[in-house]
């Protein structure tokens, strides 16, 4: 991540941990989010019954299986392989003596919500056991305290998978997705073991290969190699493991020697770059000592702390019914799903996240589409952090793009001999096509710039979404330093693409041809997505401030309008439709609807904009139907005020978890994987939109709200503003608006509004 993503982050936990000293007391008896944590009565089967907990980059699953094992699933949001897939760290097995998790006896294992933590009792009076495990929201380690009754043993044993060099093959291979079809065999490569360690075990993954150059070299970019450093070779991922008094029993485990009420174990995971493997060792050496150096009482109210802000700047709470129970429950804990892994030095991968576990007869490494970024999929779980307020949660997505755009750059003047930057749909951490996508074997005549994947070869329209984001971010934060450093310079490379790429017509208007209006129309001309998207980005480039954006710039924004064609439409019987393309070539090839990107993710339409009925009609129109995954049609309904359609998807898609899994917000696979983050995104953003939406200095709300549902709700909207207040029985009580000099541009539509049936 770049160094003012890092700044964003540092600065916005500060202030939350400040914020949190004076609000803390809101937590307590009767704490409305108690009522949303997990709370299991039995051990789980398996993986499949695992809960998720993590800081934002530490990651794990946790369950207890029937023999009374406890198992943790260990994850970081950086361990790279040099196949470029997210590999998890490893196993930790727990095992007390005498067992107390043993059939027959009273089981208790919770989620606490509100302190972050995962707390498992068993027993009964004389022989109850309480192990506390919780991932430091401020540190870089693991805490496992058990306070037992009675004297108890602990046998702690790592357990690696990765033990032998063997070839991906099949299916399987998919998991390192890009590498299908290349001309050299895929190898999965084995972990290393310290021998040696007193009282403590150490593990590590190196990367002694990497896929980076070659990359670079089979897409004609060889000459970016001297320019840049590899990401993936000798990056070197897995921990250390130990606790007071433990001893080792050998290499991978550890063991009390005697039994004791309280005992802990911590966990150490630690990620780097480094020369050596010895180096590597220095830092975690230097790590866990900065880690152990902390009163442990500190560190957990710091961390409790953390997680008591991050749960109060936001929250919706809808009540009444089972279904709308569930709607809050897949909310709240989508939310915390998406903070566990959300503080990283990558952006969550939307197959899974750090939350994969085995499936499909693989391990726990396996994910469907593997390791490179779907934009489409990818920006799902960042636009609902918005009206969070979970502001420091998208400094990884825009440090990780602002970091490829040197990349970006260099190869749009190597293919096409232009200035500029464009973000391809499906790219690795540092900015390439995978080559899978791109083409292992390619046609002679093929030019260079031309791949051979229909599905995603002129798909840009991650560049204006990207921007548009952006934009929003900082109309939220106000945020003067990211918009000078980050939004405006990575605008100028983005938008000096589109306004090299193409022709112009007769009219002045750039021809966007060939191109393609997303996956589904691959032959397209003047592709919708990136008309309304020019659109929108550029009216929201010339509402910020000339002071801050200077007056060339401006000129650009303003010649640059000009230019983008009009957005396709049609009229059918006097009446106007929004059209995926300005002509379409070829039939459908995926299930999107393109036209429908008018509406969200670039408002073009919505409730309070002109000509609503043109995207309600265009909307009914839509080839495709459904509201799984990432389909954003629950989405696109709320911000056309259509309250039953979107009241109607929002519940089935919070009811359509994942069935083998036990944690209520393991969604999917869908289209992609386990737990998935498109899922769980879009129900975030229908929700939010549902009770407010914010453009052109008005906040709406209740725009598509049903009025039977009872809500408390506190939400963040443009300009530093909280809006915070409950719907009883179709009345808005107590609203409180943050500043109070933006009470004036709330505009609450409810049952004025007419909903869709």
């Not at 789980?44 to 809960?51: A, K, L, Q």
């Not at 442990?296 to 109210?301: E, F, G, H, N």
């Not at 300005?582 to 904009?609: C, D, M, Q, T, W």
């Not at 129109?621 to 005020?641: E, H, I, P, S, Y």
Request: charged share 25%; aromatic share 10%; glycine share 8%.
């Amino acid at each position: 991540m770049n160094k003012l993503s890092h700044l964003i982050v540092t600065v916005l936990i500060g202030l939350s941990l400040a914020v949190c000293q004076t609000t803390s007391a809101e937590a307590g008896p009767g704490d409305p989010l108690d009522a949303y944590n997990v709370v299991w009565n039995t051990p789980s089967t398996d993986h499949n019954g695992s809960m998720p907990i993590g800081n934002g980059d530490i990651g794990m699953n946790v369950w207890v299986d029937p023999s009374g094992d406890l198992w943790l699933l260990l994850s970081k949001t950086n361990a790279w392989s040099e196949n470029g897939r997210l590999l998890k760290l490893g196993r930790v097995r727990i095992r007390l003596a005498p067992n107390p998790f043993v059939e027959g006896v009273p089981f208790q294992q919770t989620l606490r919500l509100r302190k972050g933590e995962i707390v498992i009792k068993a027993g009964a009076r004389e022989k109850a056991v309480t192990v506390a495990i919780w991932v430091d929201a401020n540190n870089p380690v693991i805490h496992v305290e058990v306070d037992s009754a009675a004297p108890v043993k602990m046998h702690a044993t790592l357990d690696l998978w990765r033990t032998a060099r063997r070839e991906l093959t099949g299916k399987e291979a998919g998991s390192a997705y890009g590498l299908q079809g290349a001309p050299f065999n895929v190898y999965v490569h084995p972990d290393t073991v310290l021998d040696g360690s007193q009282g403590s075990i150490i593990w590590r993954h190196r990367n002694e290969e990497s896929i980076w150059e070659n990359n670079l070299k089979h897409q004609g970019l060889e000459g970016f190699i001297a320019k840049s450093a590899d990401p993936l070779l000798s990056r070197t991922f897995g921990g250390r493991i130990e606790g007071p008094g433990l001893r080792n029993e050998d290499a991978t485990t550890l063991k009390s020697p005697t039994a004791r009420k309280q005992l802990a174990l911590s966990i150490y995971p630690h990620c780097a770059q480094t020369e050596s493997a010895e180096q590597w060792i220095e830092q975690l050496d230097r790590s866990v000592a900065r880690c152990r150096a902390q009163d442990l009482d500190t560190a957990r109210r710091n961390h409790r702390a953390w997680w008591n802000a991050f749960w109060n700047r936001s929250w919706i709470r809808v009540t009444g019914s089972p279904d709308l129970e569930a709607v809050t429950r897949g909310y709240t804990l989508q939310r915390w799903i998406t903070a566990c892994a959300g503080r990283g030095a990558h952006a969550i991968k939307f197959n899974g996240t750090i939350f994969t576990v085995d499936g499909a007869g693989y391990d726990a490494d396996y994910r469907s589409w593997g390791g490179p970024y779907w934009w489409q999929n990818t920006r799902l779980p960042y636009w609902p952090m918005l009206a969070c307020g979970d502001f420091d949660m998208m400094a990884p997505l825009f440090g990780m793009y602002q970091d490829m755009m040197p990349l970006a750059e260099y190869r749009t003047k190597t293919w096409f001999d232009h200035d500029g930057a464009f973000i391809g749909e499906t790219v690795y951490f540092w900015g390439m096509y995978n080559n899978t996508n791109y083409g292992w074997e390619r046609p002679a005549d093929l030019h260079v710039s031309e791949l051979t994947n229909r599905y995603i070869r002129r798909e840009y329209t991650a560049s204006p979404e990207l921007m548009a984001m952006m934009l929003d971010y900082c109309t939220y934060t106000g945020d003067a330093e990211f918009l000078r450093e980050t939004l405006l310079p990575m605008s100028d490379s983005l938008l000096t693409f589109w306004d090299q790429h193409y022709q112009t017509d007769a009219a002045g208007h750039m021809r966007m041809y060939p191109g393609q209006a997303l996956e589904t129309l691959q032959d397209a001309e003047n592709p919708t997505p990136d008309v309304a998207g020019l659109r929108w980005v550029l009216k929201g480039l010339l509402a910020l401030p000339p002071d801050e954006t200077g007056s060339t710039r401006r000129r650009f924004w303003k010649q640059l309008v000009r230019k983008v064609p009009p957005l396709p439409m049609e009229e059918k019987e006097g009446k106007r439709y929004i059209l995926g393309a300005g002509k379409v070539h070829g039939g459908r090839g995926n299930s999107e609807n393109p036209e429908l990107y008018a509406i969200f993710p670039f408002r073009l339409y919505g409730v309070g904009k002109g000509d609503l009925e043109t995207g309600r009609r265009t909307f009914e129109r839509r080839a495709v139907k459904g509201n799984n995954g990432w389909r954003q049609d629950d989405t696109q309904a709320a911000f056309l005020g259509l309250t039953e359609t979107a009241a109607d998807y929002v519940v089935s898609r919070a009811k359509n978890k994942h069935a083998a899994s036990r944690f209520g917000a393991f969604w999917g696979p869908n289209f992609d994987w386990i737990p998935d983050q498109t899922h769980g995104g879009n129900l975030m953003m229908t929700l939010q939109t549902m009770l407010l939406q914010a453009d052109d200095g008005k906040i709406r709300l209740l725009p598509a709200w049903p009025k039977q549902w009872d809500v408390d709700f506190k939400l963040h909207a443009p300009h530093q503003t909280i809006i915070e207040g409950r719907l009883k029985d179709g009345q808005l009580v107590n609203l409180n608006v943050t500043p109070k000099s933006r009470r004036k541009d709330i505009v609450v539509i409810g049952s004025n509004h007419r909903t869709d049936k």
